[in-house]
């Protein structure tokens, strides 16, 4: 498998608060993805992380990666409502020839 | 952003029928996907699809299952004959290219296929 373990299947936190989720692979990879899936929808790419990189933010979110312990954090800092979905770690390979692999996911449920 | 269309949203068939699930990828894409997910299961890779012709499948892209996108039109997967385990929700996905190109895959927001 692609995979380790998830860390966490389900988070639930108040508006406001920040949330940080983890995922692990086995395979060497360049480059992570992290996806976001509302209900209902495809997943949608929110940011990505290279290899060369150990840190990577935009907007309120930040993904981090560690190549030697080959594991991946997203946070989201003052969480809101619509932050409410699954996030999906996933990473590629053979160079995306079989498109992503991805993780079982975190769900994230944010309330007022 | 760039939309990738899939049609019919949700289809319910009955088991041993075939079915064709449809997809309008972003209109200056080359590479086409299909994945499946099962309700609280992670997205898994099916076949990818490129210049006319299958590049890569997994093993969950059975016999039963074909691709084609005849003269630039939809992209489809037909499964035929469906059986029980076929149920699922399938999602296309188109990219640029491979490689860095690659990079930014997008999903459509699926179609939700339940084989009675």
């Known amino acids: 498998s692609q995979w380790g373990e998830e860390n966490l299947q389900a988070l639930s936190i108040q508006e406001g608060e920040d949330v940080t989720m983890n995922c692990s692979y086995k395979t060497y990879t360049t480059v992570v993805h992290w996806y976001r899936q509302d209900s209902g929808r495809g997943p949608a790419l929110i940011i990505l992380i290279r290899s060369n990189e150990r840190e990577k933010r935009s907007g309120r979110l930040r993904a981090t990666l560690d190549t030697s312990s080959q594991s991946s954090s997203l946070s989201i800092t003052a969480a809101q409502c619509e932050d409410t979905a699954v996030y999906f770690c996933a990473t590629d390979l053979d160079n995306y020839a079989q498109g992503l692999t991805f993780g079982l996911g975190t769900r994230v449920s944010v309330f007022p | 952003g760039p939309k990738v269309l899939q049609i019919p949203s949700h289809q319910i068939i009955d088991m041993g029928q075939m079915v064709t699930l449809n997809c309008d990828p972003v209109?200056?894409?080359?590479?086409f996907y299909w994945y499946k997910q099962i309700l609280g299961q992670q997205m898994e890779f099916l076949v990818n699809f490129y210049n006319g012709k299958v590049m890569e499948k997994s093993k969950l892209f059975k016999d039963q299952f074909s691709v084609e996108r005849p003269d630039g039109s939809y992209f489809t997967l037909k499964i035929q004959p469906t059986a029980l385990e076929d149920s699922a929700v399938y999602f296309c996905?188109?990219?640029?290219?491979?490689?860095?190109?690659?990079?930014?895959?997008?999903f459509g927001s699926g179609t939700r296929l339940t084989v009675l």
């Open positions: 996905a188109s990219s640029p290219g491979l490689g860095v190109s690659a990079e930014t895959l997008y």
């Open positions: 209109s200056n894409h080359l590479y």
